[in-house]
């Protein structure tokens, strides 16, 4: 079974651009959360998507957005790019929202902000 | 709010030697707890977690981690490393429908 893909993997992207990040989840996983992974925060919560439908929102700016589609495949949208957007993003899918079910991890899509 | 403290930052340890990689947590409510580990440019792989029952958890890999209510700890063992254990771990916590995470220890296994 095919796992979590996030295209593209490498971004550069240049201040106050937007950038769009694309996940597919597992095949039949209805939830997706998204991650952003940097040196100096760590590991934060963006968001997550059950049945299309944003569930829950970590703390950040308006300027971070999601969408699910009927597939369950899952955009970001950043806006306004800044220095510190620059991070890897980490989507995640699992069969229910509840964490109970394991989340699945994709590689990640490495967003460079110059 | 949750919070998860991750005591060491990195770890070396020779390999074939046991190794211990402590967790701390924070949190109001009951929380679920979980291990995960990264590999360089690799997404995070989930080595165990602990919803309820026995307090000692094992996982994959060879590793296992002990739930402790009182002293709020989830730290994670293994009693013999193998250089492919070379990487980044990760303790998260939750309750809901997010994780919180660890700054995360980097664990060395030396020849």
């Known amino acids: 079974k095919a796992g979590v893909t996030q295209t593209p993997r490498y971004l550069i992207k240049t201040r106050g651009q937007q950038v769009t990040l694309s996940c597919s989840p597992i095949?039949?996983?209805?939830?997706v959360s998204w991650y952003q992974q940097t040196p100096g925060q760590g590991l934060q919560f963006l968001f997550e998507?059950?049945?299309?439908?944003?569930?829950n929102k970590g703390n950040f700016p308006g300027r971070f957005s999601g969408r699910q589609f009927s597939n369950s495949r899952s955009e970001m949208n950043v806006s306004t790019l800044e220095l510190g957007d620059s991070a890897l993003y980490l989507c995640?899918?699992?069969?229910?929202?509840?964490?109970?079910?394991?989340?699945?991890f994709g590689p990640g899509t490495r967003l460079t902000v110059t | 709010a949750q919070s998860v403290t991750q005591l060491d930052s990195q770890v070396p340890v020779f390999e074939e030697a046991p190794v211990e990689l402590r967790c701390n947590y924070s949190?109001?409510?009951?929380?679920?707890l979980f291990w995960y580990v990264q590999y360089p440019n690799q997404g995070l792989q989930l080595l165990l977690k602990?919803?309820?029952?026995?307090?000692l958890v094992k996982g994959i890999n060879g590793f296992e981690a002990e739930f402790n209510k009182s002293q709020t700890s989830f730290h994670l063992r293994k009693p013999s490393v193998h250089i492919s254990d070379t990487a980044e771990y990760f303790c998260?916590?939750?309750?809901?429908?997010?994780?919180?995470f660890g700054s995360g220890t980097q664990l060395t296994v030396l020849p």
């Open positions: 995640a899918s699992s069969l229910g929202a509840d964490l109970r079910y394991e989340q699945y």
């Open positions: 095949s039949g996983h209805r939830s």
């Open positions: 998507y059950f049945s299309e439908t944003q569930r």
């Open positions: 949190s109001s409510v009951s929380v679920y």
């Open positions: 602990y919803l309820s029952g026995s307090t």
């Open positions: 998260a916590c939750g309750s809901a429908r997010q994780l919180t």
